[in-house]
């Protein structure tokens, strides 16, 4: 095989193929200056044209040395870490240097735990400080940071983690009013009235008003107007009687009877005019199997005699 010697990609190549057969593997030496385009090309998986055009924007320092074009490591891996397009087939992540000093919507979001909506509303809010990276826009880490101390409605999940002790022994308005029985409007006056006003604590979270507990405590003890109200004990509420479904030896009884003698039992109609309520009224307690019933098709039949006797204990149970 005649190889071109000038020609960096057919020397990689062969290079790859010698190494592959050899007992000896090439170690790659930690201290090197410069690199083959080729091999730059193969660490990010780029194939000839698209690694040349890499070359060509000067995204890093290239040499030509001994009439080949090398790279320089120094200056690509800087360039590495600034960028987030391209990624190394086997290694490190890209953008590790960019993603110290700056955030992107999505980073927004995570550290937030917000959505991706409110991460692009907040990037607006810094229209002159925002950087484009990649055709990506990026916010400065220190004024999103310098922002984000400046207020207190967005929290991450640190400082969401400390609102819950500060939320723990602290109430809201509501829940005060909740906890004594009144209106949201009755607290708004107790808390601006200047004889309770030493009682009550304002704490601010997450931009919510909330009262610290041990002060509404002892404003309930320094005075006789309001206090808790007393729980009063739930009713006892009795179930309707003959409201368990019926047993299909009882439907098995029905159809016999219907056979025997058909006068005997009720239409939904009859059952309904009987009982003064609607036919849907009936056909629902039939469905619940409130007494037996048989459906022939779409007709109902019910036993006169034991839909009687239901409706009597029924009513009584009424009233």
């Known amino acids: 095989m005649k190889l071109n010697w000038h020609n960096d990609e057919e020397l990689q190549k062969l290079a790859e193929k010698i190494e592959a057969r050899s007992p000896y593997k090439k170690i790659e030496n930690p201290n090197k200056k410069w690199m083959t385009v080729a091999h730059m090309g193969k660490m990010l998986g780029l194939k000839k044209t698209d690694r040349y055009w890499l070359v060509h924007k000067n995204y890093f320092r290239t040499e030509t040395l001994m009439g080949k074009m090398r790279v320089d490591v120094e200056s690509f891996e800087k360039w590495y870490a600034n960028q987030v397009k391209y990624h190394k087939i086997d290694g490190e992540a890209p953008g590790k240097e960019l993603k110290e000093r700056s955030l992107s919507a999505k980073d927004i979001e995570e550290i937030l735990q917000c959505g991706s909506w409110t991460a692009y509303e907040i990037m607006n809010k810094f229209k002159d400080d925002i950087i484009i990276v990649d ?128 006068s005997s039992v009720l239409t939904l109609e009859q059952a309904a005019a009987l009982a003064g309520v609607s036919k849907p009224t009936v056909s629902k307690w039939c469905g619940k199997s409130y007494f037996p019933n048989i459906k022939q098709g779409k007709v109902v039949r019910i036993p006169a005699e034991t839909y009687k006797e239901w409706l009597r204990i029924y009513r009584d149970w009424e009233g």
Do not use: H
């Open 135 to 262: 055709y990506w826009k990026r916010l400065p880490a220190e004024v999103f940071w310098k922002w984000y101390e400046g207020q207190t409605k967005y929290r991450t999940k640190e400082d969401r983690d400390r609102d819950k002790e500060i939320e723990a022994a602290t109430m809201s308005m509501p829940e005060m009013a909740r906890a004594l029985g009144v209106t949201r409007s009755k607290i708004y006056g107790i808390i601006r009235n200047p004889k309770y006003a030493e009682y009550f604590d304002l704490v601010i979270v997450a931009d919510r008003k909330r009262y610290k507990k041990e002060g509404f405590e002892k404003f309930l003890a320094s005075q006789n107007e309001y206090k808790r109200p007393v729980k009063k004990k739930p009713k006892k509420v009795e179930k309707k009687p003959d409201q368990k479904p019926v047993q299909e030896d009882t439907f098995t009884k029905v159809r016999e009877t219907v056979k025997q003698d058909p």
